[in-house]
């Protein structure tokens, strides 16, 4: 079955940098589109930043534009959030989602997400 | 804020039927983009539900239906059971701001 599992979470001082990554297994990685989700202690769902199956294309949120890079490795069935600049209100659970096919359609499995906190 | 909007909490009793709305804009819902629904159960990581009117992963019941009309979109969940007491997010994607975008989340409570 489809499995996201995300790893590289902790505890990070603002300005600093952390990258993320969720592996993925159960499907074939190289067709899908991947995102990364966010959620803030005790609030909603934030989008984030999504790459096509083959990285070609990327798109980012106002909030991390500039500070955040997805990037993935088909050869590893991996797809990265790498986070620069970092903010206190980066704070959050960072999920990576796959899209079930296309570009604008659901997010179709979630994993079960990673926690990173900026604090000094 | 968020660019769609959804009331913070709904809450029914075991057996009743309850809609969550998620209200947005020509440039997303309006615009013709799928509204999909997402539920998440109190420390764990979302779970898609629902796309449309009727197009929901398997083992999820025929309880929970989507609707959209204009520049909103609803959930339904009719027959509550204690079970569905959780957080429902609508998501689409904004043409005009070229992201995906998530509602503010709706607590549901089964009183």
């Known amino acids: 079955q489809v499995q996201l599992v995300e790893s590289g979470g902790g505890v990070v001082q603002p300005g600093r940098s952390l990258r993320l990554s969720c592996a993925a297994s159960?499907?074939?990685?190289?067709?899908?589109?991947m995102h990364w989700v966010r959620q803030a202690p005790g609030k909603g769902l934030e989008w984030v930043a999504i790459i096509s199956h083959d990285g070609s294309n990327k798109y980012y949120a106002d909030s991390v534009k500039g500070r955040f890079t997805i990037s993935r490795d088909n050869s590893k069935n991996t797809v990265y959030l790498q986070m620069n600049s970092l903010r206190v209100e980066d704070t959050a659970v960072y999920y990576c989602a796959r899209v079930t096919s296309g570009w604008y359609n659901w997010f179709d499995s979630w994993g079960q997400g990673t926690l990173v906190t900026v604090s000094s | 804020q968020s660019v769609l909007t959804q009331p913070p909490s709904v809450s029914g009793a075991p057996g009743q039927r309850v809609t969550i709305s998620c209200t947005g804009s020509s440039s997303n819902i309006g615009a013709g983009y799928d509204v999909h629904w997402y539920q998440q159960l109190p420390g764990t990581a979302p779970k898609f539900l629902i796309s449309g009117y009727s197009n929901r992963p398997s083992g999820v019941p025929d309880r929970f239906s989507g609707s959209k009309s204009g520049t909103s979109a609803s959930l339904a969940i009719s027959g509550l059971q204690a079970e569905d007491e959780a957080d429902y997010y609508c998501q689409s994607y904004d043409s005009s701001l070229s992201v995906w975008v998530f509602g503010g989340g709706t607590k549901l409570t089964v009183l």
């Open positions: 159960g499907f074939t990685f190289s067709i899908n589109a």
